[in-house]
């Protein structure tokens, strides 16, 4: 048997929490990756910070592992269709793919999403029923859940004859048959040497290796991550490498990385079917091909999906500006913005009328407020605006088109009401419903503009007891004006610091956002009014004291706890006349126009 046919390359896709990434902790311990000593946190491919506190996988990963003389490359991919960018690009790596399906739940939106893609680059899928031993769990019917899903899709016939295994990730075994016995992942590794064809391609023909992921090296610099098709690699070679405009430049390996584990490991060579890093090429993008230097051929590279949702990033001109952030200047924000452009390939920047502020367009809300959440950290200050989506025309008839989301909502029965009615409101047309043990699925096709500040509404009306699951679907006609949010804001009407008592008496004018001693400005948003109206307020009013005191004059200055605002909620919160102010340790929401007479005199112009 020759090496490259000792080689198999697949990627895990899933809905978000089927456990992909729990599964991949399960086979490196299946495959005794780890000595029986060694720590090893749970989900360890989740190397991002973001990662860990969110508990989803935003950014594709490659490793690999040995077992029963085989090499496993495998690519752990995002679950959350905002990141279906990372998954898109990645399905050309491999030759196979994982389909994680929770044995209670079943197909979600999501799993819809990248079987899509995957089935569409004919990649056969090999189906795992996780999480058999949770509670109610339901394989059997998951498995014809996946199998009426591929039909849905228009799988082949090859695809549809897909081999299922059912397993328990979290406590590390796998059987083929739900009878069977079994307290390890062997049938699971059985069956993807079975199955997962090896790579095809030559060792001896000319070098030819797509770029698919990046990753930076303080000491290296850029490194490109994808696999070879054809050729071998060696470091110090001269290579080929082809833009996607078609140009070659000449370039130079002085790095070469393989994957073992968690680790990255240092390789003099690689060859045809292996998954590689290469560093060396100082500008090196996703998507461009690395080729013979004397034969360079460019290999196809699958496009991505458009974005749908857009918001303007802009320098923070607020009257804290600078006080909190390293880098404040448009300048730095635009390197930045451009350097994320390198790997994260379902983004887009455009710049505007302003030299302030520019144009980010991407996936939705979750792909953008990640984003900003990632330049807050490394300390950076910017202002920016409610998600809008993006707009297209009909080249035949000129009629204006709005994207449209699949939705899927699970609630229990006794809010079945009260989200019908907001769903209705957002002009949202029921498909489907389903009662599953006490509690509803119910499936709508909602314009996405409907969903902006949707889910802090949703969650509230369900007590948090709620799912909400969204997925684009379409271009479709625009469905003209959508109700927003009903209740106008709270503003400070001056610089200071928030006092006790003031928001002790504007409670009931409404709900507070803000805690006693927070420094307030003119436009900052400080609560939501209980009208429909916004409320120019005084957060620093203190008692007054008089020279008459009685035992019952003084009285303690009780306050209800405020709602404060995470960045995705602050960002679905705001309204088109407002920004979101992000800063490394804060986030406020503010009013474009500051200043009170000239937010009055801009809404009196707007009216006329």
Request: net charge negative.
């Amino acid at each position: 048997m020759t090496p490259l046919e000792k080689i198999r390359n697949l990627a895990i896709i899933a809905h978000v929490d089927h456990g992909k990434t729990t599964l991949v902790d399960a086979l490196f311990k299946g495959a005794h990756m780890f000595r029986d000593n060694q720590r090893v946190q749970e989900r360890a491919m989740d190397s991002n910070d973001q990662e860990r506190e969110r508990g989803i996988t935003i950014l594709a990963k490659t490793t690999s592992l040995h077992w029963g003389g085989y090499r496993f490359n495998i690519v752990d991919t995002p679950g959350h269709a905002d990141f279906g960018g990372e998954v898109e690009r990645v399905l050309s790596m491999v030759d196979s793919v994982l389909l994680v399906v929770d044995a209670f739940d079943g197909p979600m939106p999501q799993t819809k999403f990248v079987t899509r893609k995957a089935l569409a680059l004919g990649l056969r899928p090999i189906v795992v029923i996780n999480k058999v031993d949770r509670p109610g769990a339901r394989p059997v019917w998951s498995q014809d859940q996946v199998f009426d899903l591929l039909i849905e899709l228009g799988a082949t016939e090859e695809q549809l004859d897909f081999p299922c295994v059912f397993a328990s990730a979290k406590m590390g075994y796998a059987m083929l048959d739900m009878n069977d016995a079994s307290e390890t992942l062997d049938p699971l590794f059985d069956t993807i040497v079975k199955h997962c064809p090896h790579p095809t391609g030559s060792p001896d023909a000319p070098l030819q290796m797509l770029v698919t992921l990046m990753d930076w090296s303080d000491f290296v610099g850029q490194i490109g991550i994808g696999r070879i098709v054809n050729g071998r690699i060696h470091v110090g070679d001269s290579v080929a490498l082809i833009k996607r405009d078609g140009t070659v430049q000449q370039q130079k390996i002085t790095q070469l990385y393989g994957f073992e584990g968690l680790t990255r490991i240092q390789l003099q060579e690689g060859s045809a079917g292996e998954i590689v890093a290469i560093a060396g090429i100082e500008d090196i993008r996703v998507g461009e091909t690395i080729a013979d230097a004397t034969d360079p051929r460019a290999l196809e590279y699958v496009d991505i999906d458009e974005p749908t949702i857009s918001m303007m990033f802009m320098v923070n001109a607020g009257p804290f500006a600078g006080q909190d952030g390293k880098y404040i200047q448009s300048r730095r924000i635009r390197e930045r913005l451009q350097k994320e452009l390198q790997h994260n390939v379902a983004l887009r920047v455009e710049d505007t009328d302003s030299p302030d502020s520019f144009k980010v367009s991407g996936r939705g809300e979750l792909h953008l407020s990640v984003l900003i959440e990632t330049m807050r950290r490394e300390g950076f200050e910017l202002c920016v605006s409610r998600p809008e989506v993006i707009l297209h025309t009909d080249p035949v008839t000129g009629e204006k088109l709005e994207p449209y989301e699949d939705v899927t909502i699970d609630i229990p029965e006794a809010y079945m009401g009260v989200t019908m009615e907001h769903m209705g409101n957002r002009k949202a047309e029921m498909q489907d419903m389903g009662n599953e043990g006490g509690r509803l699925r119910l499936h709508f096709k909602i314009p996405s503009r409907g969903l902006i500040g949707f889910r802090n509404e949703f969650m509230t009306d369900t007590r948090g007891e709620g799912i909400i699951h969204s997925l684009f679907s379409h271009y479709g006609p625009h469905k003209g004006e959508l109700t927003s949010r009903k209740n106008g804001v709270l503003i400070s009407m001056d610089t200071c610091e928030a006092v006790g008592f003031a928001l002790m008496n504007l409670e009931e004018r409404g709900v507070i956002f803000i805690q006693p001693g927070t420094r307030c400005y003119e436009g900052m948003v400080v609560g939501e009014h209980a009208r429909e109206n916004d409320l120019v307020v005084n957060v620093a009013k203190a008692k007054k004291l008089s020279n008459m005191r009685s035992s019952g004059s003084d009285e303690a200055t009780r306050i209800t706890p405020p709602r404060e605002h995470t960045l995705e909620q602050a960002l679905e919160y705001i309204e088109p006349d407002e920004l979101v102010e992000v800063t490394p340790n804060f986030i406020r929401m503010r009013k474009r126009v500051l200043d009170t007479n000239e937010r009055k005199k801009s809404e009196k112009r707007a009216d006329a």
